[in-house]
């Protein structure tokens, strides 16, 4: 239960310094911290492939990259293309092709999508099965994911227009935001959960949540330049 405790103060620690320090701490305080859990877990003896990541698990979990990336980016495109759910994809994040292929191809892989699965579906996965049972494994990794949602979720409606006219502006629309982003994104966790246990490998997970997001920008993309 310590590597478990350490983990789980580590990913707060680094939720706090990411969001609520110096303007863009994020870009780097996430990375680093997730390379710090890494050698901590090594430090302790976690081997390669109880964080998923030996060499012999990376076959297994290309082939379910490549399964899972093109349904995903149907269904992100299929949405922007659709009038009834065009406005939800528009993120004044992503409002132009050039800054949704830097986001999708630079920003969310190294920012977000490999960080986040080191820390979670990589070493806090790997803490828990040690000294949990698969259900506490399931439930403690999805909630802690979504709770990691919470700080960047804080202008969610603010942000978006589609959410915006859907949910309203000031407290309560803020926090169904809050709320419905720690729901899906813990959801989501236990979804990345299943296929880093399934595959016997922490590239399944980084794929889906790679498609997942960059997928997201490029529809968001699609979708500003549709609705304009």
Known sequence: MRDVAV???????????????????????????ALVALLYARRRGFSWAELG???????????????ILIPVAVIAIGGALLPLTRSLYLSDRYDSVSVALWGALVIIPLQTVIPEELLFRGVLNATLV????????????????????VASSLGLTAGNGGLTDLLGSGIAAQTAGIVGAV?????????????????????????????????????????WHLSG
């Open 7 to 33: 983990v789980v103060g580590l990913l707060a620690l680094i939720n706090v310094l990411a969001h609520f320090t110096v303007e863009h701490a994020i870009s780097v305080v996430v990375p680093l911290g």
């Open 53 to 67: 990541l030996a060499r012999s698990q990376h076959r297994r979990g290309l082939r379910y990259a490549a399964v």
């Open 183 to 223: 729901v899906l994104t813990g959801t989501s966790g236990l979804l990345f959960i299943w296929l880093r246990r399934r595959s016997d490998s922490l590239l399944a997970p980084m794929a889906l949540h790679w498609a997942v997001n960059a997928s997201g920008a490029l529809a968001a993309a699609l979708a």
């Open 130 to 149: 040690r000294v949990a049972s698969v259900r506490v494994v399931y439930l403690a990794g999805a909630g802690l994911f979504g709770l990691w949602h």
